[in-house]
């Protein structure tokens, strides 16, 4: 069920219920989701609540629109974003990722000390060695040497980095699921803390070592283009 | 419906126009001089009356003191952030301005913040439309470029308040051009508005869809434009007299603005011709000729165009697509003219772009589009609504002096963020906070937006107070914010201290016609326009019954036109402009066949002797589109 944005008989904009951004669109909390339909409704809700169309509304009606609009759009670009959609859910269940990581490199800033980088094992190797090559030809182009096979090397090891992130965004897609049936399961009320907790931590352990990949790939980028 | 009239404007660099929609048709709305487009300049005359417009051209030559152009590149900023502008414009500026005020400009005497003097502008244009309309005109839809921060925005939203125009909505020039384009064209699609203009350059990126124009992504420079090519083509210029002819004019304003006047004219000849000839004259009865290629200007520009590759890349990144899924590239500007610009535009996107509305009109006819939408829609606009994005990232600055993102570039607006923070000493009562606004780390590279304080929280340990904050930017790109400390409820006050705007009292205070006076000032001004206009009129019809046109009219047509001329001179003695416009209309009617009349045996007089060739004025490479007008006459 979808909140009351507008009343039902003369169809004004009515003030913005304190809702999460899946009952603002009258969806169920799941996590496998069909971004076409959830477009054609933000495009049907903005039709009906943007302040443009409610330009001639009492003044009361146009702050109500102008709240209901800008928490369509918030709730809209959250939830068509699979990595977004994903930390929002978690948000929910109390889990703040970005604070998590907000307040490591806070920490690290105050004490100087380097933040923490929890390498997942499985990278070990490959990242050590691209991190030495990565070095190697920012010291290259530092004094204008080119090394084709090194930019070669480097280049492998994006495009292998690229598709363990792929894999990554799989096996996220495989927590949707796992959560979606929980939420089935129950028939919409509470699921039992356990099971939404092991789930969820699995979700943010895979939604962490994409963070790396990505962070990683981003440095990559950086000295390529450079 | 009709009494009340939302108009559209285009309060541009180089000019500035109005329009509204004709029933499903927008149009511009003409100056007294019959042109559409009013050049953004104002002057001060002798008696201290501002002039604005084409008539405000002479006055940069005469008496540059007493003018002012380009005031759109002083919206919103302060005087560090200008120390460039003023190395290549002759802005005027009061001598005790300090850090973070608002800038002021001295125009003759007189100093005036660039809202008050873009207020001038919208005023005329205000004016135009109220003598087309005949009915006072309040509310208004102003276009700004898209890159705009939120206190260019703010200082354009005030000078509409300053020229007496409640400003219904501010909307991005790209957006407005692209509504204007998609008023005949209802297709689905991405298309890309490539926006360069006199002294801004815009690239939004849009998805259209069933009538809803979604901009995915946009991009910009708020200081690239016309205006630096123009500057480019004076330095060499200068640089050339001084060392061809011995001649330092850099700190005479007068022969700098002839100067700037005949540059200008040679870059639009440019897009034409293969080669121009510059002929200036020059105090000491010097003067400075040089013949300039296309190729030469082509190869003095490459690195100002040049500067509007980097923001269409970001824009298509940002927007997550490559060139070939861009269905269409529209192009708006008068600096699109250049054919340079369009090989460039073209090379970028991989495709011919679109120019069938003129570039100098399509913004404001955008903007009267969506002053349609606003007043509730009619059938050309039925479905059509605007969902536009913040060009910048909205941020706060934390510990360590770095900025903390809460609302990314290109989110879809109205959009908000909330943020929650607390004392950090037992007692705290206040908390300030320094909004900013940009893409860089750190706070020092970011735009200051402004510094709250929130004040009055209630007395409790350091750490326990919650002070809620929102964050929200409105349909116009422009930041409010709220607070609110949870544990007591009590709405938190919030002071704020605008990094380079005008305060509400300050706004107040420069208000051109305060509410009271403007239906009497209306009725004033409409009154001695309808004189003129009598003037006109009868003085027209004396000529008229003198030519031979007159005797080709039956003694019952002349009857009617005597009887008509003593109602009109009749009425005019009483102080009624709606009879007296009456009785012109009615004037005007009754001598329409003499009209014809006189204009057949004109134009059968202006022909003889003339070939048919002579009297062609020929075709730009433009064709569909007036060349755009120099700036000085």
């Not at chain 1, 894999?167 to 803390?193: M, Q």
């Not at chain 2, 005469?62 to 003023?86: C, F, H, N, W």
């Not at chain 2, 003694?555 to 008509?564: C, L, R």
Request: a negative charge; glycine letters at 6%; hydrophobic letters at 40%.
């Amino acid at each position: 069920m979808r909140a009351a944005h507008f009343c039902a008989s003369c169809g004004r904009v009515q003030p913005p219920a304190p809702v999460d951004y899946f009952t603002f669109f009258g969806l169920p909390p799941k996590l496998n989701l069909d971004v076409a339909v959830l477009e054609k409704d933000f495009y049907e809700l903005s039709r009906k609540l943007h302040p443009d169309l409610n330009a001639r509304a009492g003044s009361q009606e146009q702050e109500w629109s102008l709240e209901q609009s800008s928490l369509l759009n918030d709730a809209y670009r959250t939830l068509r974003d699979p990595i977004k959609r994903t930390q929002y859910l978690l948000r929910l269940e109390g889990i703040e990722l970005e604070e998590q990581s907000k307040a490591a490199t806070e920490q690290a800033r105050s004490t100087g000390e380097l933040k923490k980088q929890i390498v997942p094992p499985d990278l070990l190797e490959e990242v050590f060695e691209l991190n030495m090559q990565l070095e190697e030809l920012r010291m290259n182009k530092k004094v204008g040497d080119d090394d084709p096979n090194l930019a070669k090397e480097i280049g492998a090891h994006k495009t292998a980095l690229e598709a363990k992130h792929d894999a990554l965004l799989k096996e996220l897609e495989e927590c949707w699921t796992d959560w979606d049936s929980c939420i089935v399961r129950n028939h919409g009320s509470k699921a039992p803390a356990e099971e939404r907790a092991t789930i969820t931590a699995k979700m943010v352990d895979v939604l962490n070592r994409r963070n790396y990949i990505r962070n990683l790939v981003r440095d990559v980028n950086a000295v390529l283009e450079d | 419906m009709s009494s009340d009239h939302i108009v559209g404007i285009d309060l541009g660099t180089t000019n500035s126009l109005v329009a509204f929609m004709q029933g499903e048709t927008p149009v511009v709305i003409p100056g007294d001089d019959g042109s559409n487009l009013v050049p953004s300049v104002v002057a001060l005359d002798e008696d201290n009356q501002a002039i604005i417009g084409n008539s405000a051209r002479r006055y940069l030559i005469e008496t540059p003191e007493r003018a002012v152009y380009s005031i759109k590149r002083l919206m919103g900023r302060g005087i560090e952030d200008i120390q460039q502008e003023l190395k290549l414009f002759p802005f005027r500026l009061a001598e005790d301005l300090q850090p973070g005020e608002v800038l002021r400009i001295k125009l003759g005497n007189h100093t005036s913040t660039p809202p008050e003097i873009s207020a001038l502008i919208l005023r005329q244009l205000k004016r135009n439309a109220e003598r087309y309309f005949g009915v006072p005109v309040s509310k208004a839809v102003i276009t700004v470029p898209a890159y705009f921060n939120d206190a260019q925005r703010q200082a354009t939203k005030d000078a509409g308040r300053i020229a007496g125009l409640e400003v219904l909505r501010l909307v991005n020039e790209p957006t407005a051009a692209s509504l204007a384009y998609g008023l005949d064209k209802k297709q689905n699609g991405i298309i890309a508005v490539y926006d360069l203009g006199g002294g801004t350059f815009d690239i939004s990126i849009l998805k259209l869809h069933d009538g809803i124009f979604e901009v995915i992504a946009t991009n910009g420079d708020t200081h690239l434009g016309g205006d630096d090519i123009d500057n480019r083509l004076i330095t060499i210029a200068l640089d050339d007299i001084r060392g061809d002819l011995d001649l330092d004019l850099r700190r005479n304003a007068e022969a700098v603005q002839t100067i700037r006047k005949a540059v200008i004219e040679a870059k639009i000849a440019l897009s034409s011709l293969p080669s121009v000839k510059l002929d200036i004259e020059l105090p000491q009865g010097k003067r400075y000729r040089r013949e300039i290629t296309r190729e030469q200007f082509e190869q003095l520009i490459q690195p100002i165009i040049d500067r509007t590759v980097g923001p269409c890349r970001q824009a298509m990144k940002d927007a997550n697509l490559k060139p070939e899924q861009i269905d269409e590239v529209v192009l708006v500007g008068g600096s699109t003219r250049i054919p340079k610009v369009r090989a460039l535009v073209k090379e970028m996107f991989r495709r011919e772009p679109h120019t069938d509305l003129n570039p100098d009109e399509v913004v404001a006819l955008g903007a009267a589009v969506q002053a349609n939408i606003l007043a509730g829609g009619s059938e050309a606009t039925e479905n059509m609504l605007l969902l536009d994005v913040t060009p910048l990232s909205l941020g706060i600055e934390v510990a360590g002096g770095v900025t903390d993102k809460i609302i990314l570039r290109n989110s879809t607006i109205p959009a908000s963020a909330t943020q929650f923070y607390t004392t950090q000493i037992d007692g705290q009562a206040n908390v300030a906070i320094h909004v900013l606004q940009g893409e860089r780390e750190l706070a020092k590279d970011c735009r200051s937006l402004a510094r709250f304080d929130l004040k009055g929280i209630p007395p409790m340990a350091a750490g326990i107070p919650r002070v809620e904050v929102k964050f929200l930017i409105d349909a116009n790109g422009i930041l409010n914010v709220s607070a609110r400390e949870q544990r007591s409820g009590k709405q938190a006050e919030i002071q704020v201290q605008p990094s380079y705007g005008l305060t509400d009292e300050q706004v107040e205070g420069m208000i051109l016609d305060s509410f009271d006076n403007a239906e009497e000032d209306f009725r004033k001004r409409q009154l001695i326009e309808a004189r003129n206009e009598t003037e006109t009129i009868l003085a027209a019809l004396q000529k008229g019954k003198k030519s031979p046109a007159w005797g080709h009219l039956t003694s019952d047509e002349k009857k009617q036109i005597a009887k008509m001329e003593r109602a009109l001179a009749e009425v005019n003695k009483e102080d009624d402009y709606q009879a007296i416009r009456k009785a012109i209309d009615a004037l005007n009617q009754g001598t329409t066949r003499l009209a014809e009349l006189m204009m057949d045996t004109a134009v059968s007089s202006a022909l003889k002797g003339k070939t048919m060739d002579e009297t062609d004025l020929g075709e730009g490479p433009t064709a569909p589109h007036p060349m755009a007008k120099a700036e000085f006459e």
